[in-house]
DNA sequence: TATGAATGAGTATTCATTCAT
DNA sequence: AATGAATGAATACTCATTCAT
């Protein structure tokens, strides 16, 4: 390996590792409680060091939901429907999707707190967050239309308010389940992914009736 | 009328509008991009009166998540069920009762915004709004069992979950009908709060598969 | 004296003399070099007072030079030549405007540090320095076309490049007395005022050759 | 030709690039507008390979100073006046010299600017410009004072301050000529380095009076 | 009650310089 | 000779809070 390769791979974990310890904090304590002082601190670094790898604070940040909305979207990529069958196998085609999902939220759970919980940041970051959150309702209202297609959802529903519905659905229960808030004694927070992802799939296409 | 009177109720109504102020930019812009120069201004008054009336930027905030608190579990107390009845019975009152959460939430919507969106504020504050939110998944959960005892719905599912999902959605759709995020072309906005209710109560009932 | 008048009166003394101080450090040290931590100390203030009273480092160096420049627009107003005479009568009356205008220097030797010597700012700031200059040309060019129409200085010579030769003449003398450089010896910074303003008309009407 | 000799070739061709870049955004920026990582960039190499060529920022300011003067000093040196002759040889002398200052000043109106708008640099660098400046002003005194020994200029007048009065004048028509500021309809720019030398030499002869 | 001026701790960013390779 | 990454001191500006009047 050429002495400029090393020195580039040695560049780029610096790199990575001032994206994942700053997504931590951005998580856990927001944006602007996050100092980059904080960040340099953790990772050892000196202040300018920061800035030979980042344009400024606004920037690392954007770069993080960035990386985030791509590893999202290849998740339900591979989650997407593309022959009929029973009701069970697309209750069950379903389930296997929302676990999939929940393993990488539970898996990436900065990632996640900073796209759902928001931590209150600058408008550039919040839009590209709801960049993010729209990208992930359009794939699922592509599930479903192709669902209908296949005649397996019936027709005449409107796909845009089902996605938000069940995009709604699925936000929410990820957010409770990994940060709260729910009421205390839940045992929502104790459950596994593919529980929980049995329970949400009932949910939704069943609602509160289908047992 | 007295003159102190009078007074004190010139300076309520100081109050109150500087709350209303603090209210709509904690929700538009956040409570860390609103400044207090900022709320004083618009209520054009100087930057000590604020002081006067407050003890500081986060009582404020307390303050108006406080009432925020009372003023839903009012709504939410008046949809509460109290008889049996048919399924029927139980959608209609149901969509009734999210009718009316979705027409405060209308008439509220810096509030909700605050609620839902989080602005990212400080740990005080975010408890609150916890709180808050906890305080309407528990009584959706009163109602869930309620509704349980009534033989209203199927006996042996969890109530802790199913309140979940069920505030899931009505918090997500609340927060996507007001607020977005939302695919662009989606009806969802132009929707009228009680269109929303029966959609939402129909996907409550019977999921994606009920029509 | 209503106290809002003495209230203001007394922020205003205090405006003038952070802008004192400014302009003493900004000739004496140059504008990169001056903190706004270096003029409250010196003022005794605390840092937030300065942006109290001013918008911005630049905003008060922008401030200094335009009060200046109404200043010396004034001293040079005043010696405008208004009726015909003889060549001595000329001669006479500019050097009592130089003699004005030099004693306007030195009580001034900050000010015309600031705008003669230029201590390397920002483009703003620069301009402004610029325009002020320009104006004092411009206001000894109308001196020379006045002299030119009332038949006291021969026709056809162009003023605009005698106005420049003139206040380079000047400019570049005030600068040389009060702040260097010269040649070590020299005898220019013990004259006064009015020593240095027959040399300087001397020259100015008969040059070199004139004695 | 050695190899040590080619490299120590392409090596002081660099050192001479940076020299170059240096000079020109010192002057057009100020040196404290002007970054190191500017002056490599421009230069096509790496921060670090400046430092390998100078010792500091205020190094290669000084050298460029440096430069400047001795350059400077050949070009008056070369007007030196050494024999007797009429007014009318004096005035073409003076006026030859000033051509052969004024060619070289536009041929180096970096340098010029660096010298006479002077843009506020740091003590060292600031009392480097005098010097070279003082420099100047000596060489015309010593042309003065030889024209009163030949008898070609009135004795009695004090040469001190008349080079000061004439080193005004050069300097401030060099800097209005190449950089301003003059009054914006100003000939002066759109004159040649000679119709410069001719207006001035008059005026430095014979004063506003001379026609 | 209200004012407006003052306070001062807090922080993102810049940039000359160093250094291992 | 050259690279590019790292260093860290320096600094303008912000903003919640206080306080004399």
Same sequence: chains 1, 2, 3, 4.
Avoid at 45 to 72: C, M, P
Avoid at 105 to 132: C, F, P, W
Avoid at 157 to 179: P, T
Wanted: aromatic share 10%; charged share 25%.
């Amino acid at each position: 390996m050429a002495r400029e390769e090393a020195n580039s791979k040695k560049s780029e974990e610096r790199r990575n590792e001032l994206l994942g310890i700053a997504l931590e904090r951005f998580a856990k304590y927001g944006y602007h409680n996050t100092k980059i002082s904080d960040i340099v601190q953790q990772a050892g670094v000196a202040q300018g060091t920061f800035y030979w790898h980042f344009k400024s604070k606004e920037a690392i940040a954007l770069e993080i939901i960035d990386n985030g909305k791509r590893e999202i979207a290849k998740v339900i990529e591979q989650g997407y429907r593309s022959h009929s069958g029973t009701v069970q196998d697309m209750v069950t085609a379903s389930e296997s999707l929302l676990a999939s999902l929940f393993r990488f939220a539970s898996q990436n759970r900065y990632l996640m707190e900073l796209l759902l919980v928001g931590t209150g940041t600058d408008d550039n970051i919040r839009y590209k967050v709801h960049e993010t959150r729209i990208e992930m309702e359009k794939a699922f209202q592509r599930n479903i239309e192709r669902a209908m297609e296949l005649n397996m959802l019936p027709q005449g529903i409107d796909s845009y308010i089902r996605a938000s519905l069940l995009v709604s659905l699925i936000e929410g229960i990820i957010a409770r389940w990994l940060f709260g808030p729910t009421v205390p004694e839940s045992p929502l927070t104790s459950k596994t992914a593919e529980q929980l992802a049995a329970e949400t799939a009932r949910f939704e296409f069943f609602g509160l009736l289908g047992i």
